[in-house]
């Protein structure tokens, strides 16, 4: 049985944090327009977004090494890390306006101030974490960062990790206060549900099985309901596609130009997760240390307090490992099935350049139990096997496109956004920093997909996110002020800055 059912303006399709940011902005910023969401599980945020699924960090580049890249020459590039600093900045404004409004309630189901760190080992790195720390911490984002390699002071810090660590060997690590950790699960969720009180319809147990252009203006989604078995048909003006892995062979469906000579690349994850109380209550903060030769970004090895669902966990990893899978709850053939004629040189290539990287998931699909323990050892030496479980992370799909600097088959390690060329039709890769700009870059399609509407919409999004258009870096003045107001209404008291 077939339906065709009403128009309405806008589809989002996934339930994750964009869809779930994007729809929101929507609705704040024009009321009046219909919403739906279609996702194919029971409920939202069981993938990407899923608290387990992800690192939780407020990912800010206050301790993320990778952010601040190391050129030949030593010097050191700090512009990724302000850039991403600032993207940061953009989403706790949202979430603080939604918060005081009364339109999100208790925001410390979903976000809390934990310490950032990075640690560092041997006397090269100590000297870079040291370099990195002066690059940044004129700069009023970093403010507040402290260096140390004086093991006194580091059991102070990270007292769980200095436990049975030698005292000779030349170890470093920054602190600064103000970072954070998030439960975009809870998040996701919380932004859904005011969604719905607003007007949205969602639809869960609901694939979207084919995007069909109608004619110039408009789209046809074509929808089975996994309930009763019933395909439908949903038109929109606009859509976009969310829906983490999946997102790629969505966009293939849709035949727009600006689909083509793209791929992805499946990188699965595991965590190592102590649920013992009293290691757990050892650790305060988010350590992050150097990834290992031929390892994505999203590898960085870490040492995470979280809080999830009001449990207080520390977790270890990410492991990579390789499935062919797009999604956790994908499909064996994803892979292959997103490879087509228009993108298989582009594979190729990448698969030709990418020969490290092969090599470094080769080696992590191997990893024993023990061997992971044993790379958790280099930050808790004294951790015990019986007090850890391995956890099975998110799925996520890297970008493969060729690029103008890098040619054919480039691998891209962050957040990727494709619009087509009228607008109509906006999609989501990539994963990092992701959840934690995903107001900055929900803002930028909607700039994209809307040139006029964004006109009108701009003094309410600069009353919602006052730095809008600004370099919180250059305005300190400024900075000092969203800060204290965000940290007040987020109930962040920790992360206050002082600054001079």
Same mark, same amino acid.
């Given at each position: 049985?077939?339906? +065709? ?92 306006? $939604?918060? #005081? ?13 934990v310490p950032h760190l990075s640690f560092v080992e ?5 000297? %870079?974490?040291?370099? /990195?720390?002066?690059?940044? +911490? ?16 580091? /059991? ?7 436990? &049975? /660590? ?20 809870? $998040? ?8 719905? #009180? ?30 009763? &078995? ?33 791929? &992805? ?5 595991? %965590? ?21 030769? &031929? ?30 899978? %797009? ?28 020969m490290g990287l092969t090599k470094y998931l080769v ?13 958790? #050892? ?17 799925? /996520? ?15 891209? %390690? ?74 007040e209404v987020l109930d962040l008291k920790e992360s ?5």
């Amino acid at each position: 049985m077939n339906n +065709v059912k009403t128009n309405t303006d806008v589809i989002l399709i996934g339930s994750g944090i964009m869809s779930a940011t994007l729809g929101t902005l929507i609705k704040e910023l024009n009321p009046d327009w219909g919403i739906k969401v279609f996702e194919k599980l029971g409920a939202p945020a069981l993938e990407s977004s899923d608290a387990m699924n992800n690192a939780g960090t407020g990912h800010s580049a206050l301790c993320e090494l990778n952010y601040t890249p190391e050129s030949k020459d030593g010097s050191l590039d700090i512009h990724k890390a302000v850039k991403v600093n600032e993207q940061f900045q953009l989403s706790k404004q949202f979430w603080a306006s $939604l918060v #005081r409004d009364g339109k999100l309630d208790k925001p410390g189901d979903f976000i809390k101030a934990v310490p950032h760190l990075s640690f560092v080992e041997g006397e090269k790195n100590v000297n %870079f974490l040291k370099r /990195r720390m002066e690059a940044l +911490v004129n700069n009023p984002l970093f403010e507040g960062m402290e260096f140390s390699s004086n093991h006194e002071k580091l /059991r102070e810090w990270m007292p769980l990790m200095m436990e &049975g /660590r030698g005292e000779n060997l030349p170890i470093a690590a920054t602190k600064i206060k103000y970072g954070t950790d998030i439960n975009f699960g809870s $998040l996701t969720r919380k932004l859904f549900n005011l969604l719905e #009180r607003s007007g949205a319809s969602l639809n869960y147990n609901h694939e979207v099985l084919d995007i069909k252009k109608l004619g110039s203006e408009k789209w046809q989604v074509k929808v089975k309901n996994s309930t009763t &078995g019933h395909v439908e048909y949903h038109i929109s003006r606009f859509v976009f596609i969310g829906a983490g892995g999946a997102t790629l062979p969505l966009l293939q469906k849709t035949k727009i130009k600006e689909s083509k000579h793209v791929g &992805g690349f499946p990188v699965s994850g595991l %965590f190592l997760v102590c649920n013992n109380p009293e290691i757990v209550e050892k650790h305060e903060g988010k350590v992050y240390g150097k990834a290992k030769v &031929g390892a994505p970004p999203m590898s960085v090895p870490h040492l995470d307090t979280r809080y999830i669902d009001g449990k207080k966990s520390l977790l270890f990893g990410p492991f990579a490992g390789f499935s062919p899978k %797009f999604l956790k709850t994908g499909s064996y053939f994803d892979l292959i099935g997103s490879v087509k004629p228009y993108n298989v040189t582009t594979m190729l290539a990448a698969g030709a350049k990418e020969m490290g990287l092969t090599k470094y998931l080769v080696q992590q699909v191997l990893l024993s139990e023990e061997a992971r323990m044993n790379e958790l #050892r280099e930050f808790v030496p004294n951790a015990v096997s019986n007090d850890w479980e391995t956890v099975v992370a998110g799925q /996520r799909v890297q970008v493969i496109k060729d690029t103008e600097s890098n040619g054919k088959g480039t691998l891209q %390690f962050g957040t990727e956004v494709i619009t087509s060329e009228d607008g109509s039709i906006a999609a989501l890769l990539g994963a990092s920093p992701g959840a934690s700009v995903s107001v900055e870059v929900m803002i930028d399609i909607l700039k994209r997909c809307f040139p006029e509407e964004y006109k009108e919409w701009l003094p309410k999004l600069k009353d919602m996110i006052p730095s809008l258009g600004l370099m919180l870096s250059e305005e300190p003045e400024l900075y000092k002020k969203v800060q204290e107001d965000t940290d007040e209404v987020l109930d962040l008291k920790e992360s206050k800055v002082i600054l001079s």
